[in-house]
């Protein structure tokens, strides 16, 4: 099963942008990666996914390197409510989803 | 649309008791999956269904039992509730993906479970 690797926390100043790296180096050739984001103890919350291309909409920007061994969210703008918790994510078997443990992301003022 | 909704919100339950957790969606999405969370933990894959009247094992099962009758509804059934399922429950639905992409989920609010 495809699994990922990511940093247990990171802080970021406010204003600035947050890069969260992710590990995948397991990832097959047709396989998406995909990012959510857990606020508190909300249920998590869709951000952005990709395949090779770099990708962006109105919360991120995602960067997949050319091996597709690793990616990187990109949120060009980090403000208090960004605050959470940042899942990595490749399929496992079947129409399984791993979600991992995360990073911790703390937006300081 | 109200999205996904879950109930109830919080429940405490005495060890060998029995509950069903509730999970409706009105986005009419084919695809539902129960998860659970554990303090300081990723989310864990329960049961998923991809349609009605089909259901299949998650990453961690033993203990639970779904049923999907309709398109809108996945119940999550506890029957001899123990400590080890005190825990976040959060359901989510999605429209049907392909061999290897999947359409985002969609998460209810979540349901917190104590068993003593």
């Known amino acids: 099963d495809a699994k990922t690797t990511q940093p247990t926390s990171m802080d970021c100043a406010e204003g600035r942008a947050a890069n969260l790296p992710c590990n995948h180096s397991?990832?097959?050739?047709?396989?998406?990666v995909y990012w959510y984001r857990q606020i508190h103890s909300q249920g998590p919350q869709y951000i952005i996914h990709g395949l090779k291309n770099n990708e962006t909409n109105e919360m991120a920007s995602l960067i997949i390197t050319e091996d597709r061994k690793s990616s990187t969210l990109i949120l060009p703008h980090a403000t208090l409510r960004d605050t959470a918790v940042y899942y990595c994510i490749v399929r496992g078997t079947g129409n399984q989803f791993y979600f991992g443990t995360g990073t911790s992301l703390t937006v300081i003022p | 649309n109200a999205g996904v909704t879950q109930t109830p919100k919080f429940r405490i339950l005495k060890i060998g008791q029995s509950m069903t957790l509730q999970c409706t969606q009105d986005m009419n999405h084919n695809y539902m999956y129960w998860y659970r969370q554990d303090p300081g933990m990723g989310l864990k894959l329960i049961y998923y269904s991809v349609g009605a009247g089909i259901t299949d094992k998650g990453e961690v099962p033993n203990g639970y039992n779904v049923s999907r009758s309709t398109t809108e509804d996945f119940p999550l059934r506890l029957e001899l509730a123990a400590p080890s399922q005190t825990s976040v429950y959060f359901c989510?639905?999605?429209?049907?993906?392909?061999?290897?992409?999947?359409?985002?989920?969609?998460f209810g609010p979540g349901t917190r479970l104590t068993v003593t």
């Open positions: 397991t990832i097959s050739g047709n396989e998406y």
């Open positions: 989510a639905s999605s429209y049907p993906g392909t061999a290897f992409k999947y359409y985002e989920q969609y």
